[in-house]
C-alpha cells in the first residue's frame, strides 16, 4: 500500500515539500579558509540536559515505563539518576569549567503537577532557586518545558490525541511562568515532539505505548496547539519572550540511491520527520504526508508566528530502504564512509549537520543548536565529534544561516532513555557508583574553543575507526 501511495505525484504545489531534503555530497559546498573560523561576540556556548536524565528521584510515565520492563535491559531503572537535584551547584561550576556560558535544563511536569490540578509550590520554589542561582553564576538558563516525560496522571486522564492535553499543558505552562520571570531564559516549550509521537504512538515503544496511526496524528496536532496555548500563557506573564521548540533533525539518505522509492520516502520522511512542525509554527499549517502510515492536513493559526527561533538537535544520518512488507520502511544507521559508528551505533556525519542547518535557513529565524554530542565512552573521539560538528556550525554561518548558540549534549553522562545506563555522552565522565565527575578529554577541548572564540583542531589525533569502538 505504501509503495502505491508514496509514489504517488504531489496533488498540489502545497503539498510538495519546499525544499529538497537530499543534497548529494558533492553540492555540499567546500569549508571555509582558516582564517574565518572564528565564532562573534554573543555566539554562546552551551551545555544542555534533560531532567529526568540527570535530577533523581522522579515518579512519573517513565518511571512506570522502566517497572513495566519495557527498556532495553528490563531491570534497569532510572533511580537517583545522576542526583543533580542536589548536586546542581557542583554541576554549575563543571559547566563553567568547561567554557559553557548557558545551561539547559527542563522542568518535570510530574514534579510540578503530581496529581491533575495541584501544583506543588515547593517543588516551583525549589526550581526558581536552582534557575536563580544559575543565572547568577553566570549561565544563560536555557529552560524545556517538557523534554519527553509526564506525569502519571497525564496519559490515563489527558492523553496528546485528546483535545484535554491542550488544556492541561497550557494549565501547566502557567503555573511554571511566574518560576522564568526575569531570567531572560531561551524556552523551550517541547523536545523532540516527533520523537514523542513516533516512539509513543506509532511504534509503541516509548510512554505512552500507542502504535495508532491516525492517533499519532491527533496528537501532534495536539501538541502543536499545545505549544501555541503555552506561548500564550508565558507572554501574559514574562512580556517579550524567546521561544521555540527543539527538533530532532536526521538527514536523511536514500538506502540505494537508485532507487525512487527510497529516494520517495526520504522526501516524506524527512519532510514530516524534521520540518513539518516547524512550519506550523512558522505558517500556522500542518502538513504531513506519510502514505499508509499517517498523514494530516490543518490550519491552526494560533500557532502561526509562535517561535523566536528554530531549535535544532543533530546526531546522525540515517538511510532509509523501501520494503514491499509491513511496516515497508526499514531505517539504518549505516557506516557508509567508514568513519566508524558512534559507541551508540549511530553514524558520525557531520556534513549532514550542515545540511541540516542550510535547510533550517528558509525559515528565516535565528537558529540555535539546543543538542548535538556523542556516545564515546572512552571520551577519545569526543574531542573530534565536536571539532568536526562546530566546523560545519561556522560553515552554515557563513552561507548566511544565523546560527547562536551551540549547546552540547550532554554536561554529564546520565540516564539514555531505553538504552538505560550504556551511553555516555558527557562531556564530564560520571562514575554510576559514587555519583564522581571527572573531566574527559572534550572538557578542555570546549573550553580552548568556547574562551577563544576560535575553532581549532583537537590536540590529540582522532582515533582509527577500529580503536574507537
Ligand atoms: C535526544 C534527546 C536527549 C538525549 C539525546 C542523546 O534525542 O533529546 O534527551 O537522549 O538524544
Redesign the pocket.
Known amino acids: 500500500m505504501v509503495a502505491r501511495e508514496v509514489s504517488g505525484a504531489p496533488q498540489s504545489e502545497e503539498d510538495t515539500p519546499h525544499f529538497r531534503p537530499w543534497v548529494p555530497a558533492s553540492r555540499v559546498p567546500p569549508a571555509m579558509s582558516a582564517e574565518e573560523r572564528t565564532f562573534p561576540e554573543g555566539f554562546t556556548f552551551g551545555v ?1 540536559t ?1 531532567a529526568y ?1 540527570v535530577e533523581g528521584g522522579i515518579e512519573n510515565d517513565w518511571a512506570e515505563w522502566e517497572r513495566a520492563g519495557k527498556l532495553k535491559e528490563p531491570h534497569v531503572r532510572c533511580g537517583r539518576a545522576v542526583d543533580h537535584w542536589n548536586r546542581y551547584e557542583e554541576d554549575y561550576g563543571l559547566a563553567l569549567e568547561a567554557g559553557a556560558s548557558a545551561f539547559r535544563v527542563s522542568l518535570e511536569w510530574a514534579r510540578i503537577e503530581p496529581e491533575r490540578g495541584r501544583y506543588d509550590g515547593a517543588a516551583l520554589e525549589a526550581y526558581r532557586e536552582r534557575l536563580l542561582r544559575m543565572k547568577a553564576r553566570g549561565l544563560r538558563p536555557v529552560v524545556t518545558l517538557h ?2 516525560t509526564h506525569p502519571t496522571w497525564f496519559h490515563r486522564e489527558t492523553p496528546w490525541h485528546t483535545p484535554a492535553s491542550v488544556e492541561a499543558f497550557r494549565a501547566y505552562a502557567r503555573a511554571c511562568a511566574p518560576v522564568l520571570k526575569g531570567l531572560e531564559a531561551l524556552l523551550i516549550t517541547l ?2 515532539p516527533m ?1 514523542v509521537l513516533l516512539g509513543g504512538y506509532l511504534q509503541g515503544l516509548l510512554p505512552p505505548g500507542i502504535a495508532d496511526g491516525p492517533k499519532t496524528m491527533r496528537a501532534l496536532e495536539n501538541m502543536v496547539r499545545a505549544h501555541a496555548a503555552a506561548r500564550q500563557e508565558l507572554q501574559a506573564v514574562l512580556g517579550r519572550v524567546e521561544l521555540g521548540i ?1 527538533q ?1 533533525m536526521l538527514c536523511f539518505a536514500p538506502d540505494r540511491w537508485w532507487h525512487p522509492l527510497d529516494r520517495a520516502l526520504v522526501r516524506l520522511g524527512a519532510h514530516a520527520y524534521n520540518h513539518a512542525f516547524h512550519e506550523a509554527l512558522v505558517t500556522g499549517k500542518l502538513r504531513v504526508t506519510m502514505p499508509g502510515v499517517a498523514s494530516t492536513r490543518v490550519d491552526i493559526p494560533e500557532a502561526r508566528g509562535s517561535c523566536e527561533f528554530i531549535g535544532v ?1 543533530y ?1 546522525s544520518r540515517a538511510h532509509l530502504r523501501f520494503m514491499p512488507r509491513p511496516p515497508f520502511i526499514e531505517f539504518k544507521f549505516r557506516d557508509k564512509l567508514g568513519r566508524g559508528l558512534t559507541d ?1 551505533g549511530w553514524e558520525d556525519y557531520p556534513e549532514g549537520f550542515g545540511q541540516i542547518l542550510r535547510e533550517v535557513k528558509r525559515y528565516g529565524l535565528p537558529v540555535w543548536v539546543t ?1 548535538n ?1 556523542i ?1 564515546d565512552r572512552d571520551g577519545q573521539r569526543r574531542p573530534h565529534y565536536i571539532h568536526s560538528h562546530l566546523a560545519q556550525v561556522l560553515d552554515a554561518r557563513a552561507q548566511g544561516v544565523d546560527v547562536r548558540g551551540y549547546l552540547y ?2 554536561l554529564l553522562d ?1 540516564f ?2 531505553l538504552e538505560g545506563w550504556g ?1 555516555r ?1 558527557g562531556l564530564y565522565h560520571v562514575d554510576f557508583d559514587t555519583l564522581e565527575r571527572r573531566p574527559t578529554p572534550a572538557c578542555a577541548y570546549f573550553r580552548t574553543v568556547a574562551q577563544g572564540r576560535r575553532l581549532v583542531p583537537p590536540e590529540t589525533p582522532a582515533p582509527q575507526p577500529s580503536a574507537a569502538r
Open positions: 544542555a534533560s536524565q523534554h519527553f523536545n523532540e520523537v527543539s530532532n538537535n546526531y551508540i543538542e554530542g556516545d549534549w550532554s546520565n539514555e532513555w551511553p555522552f
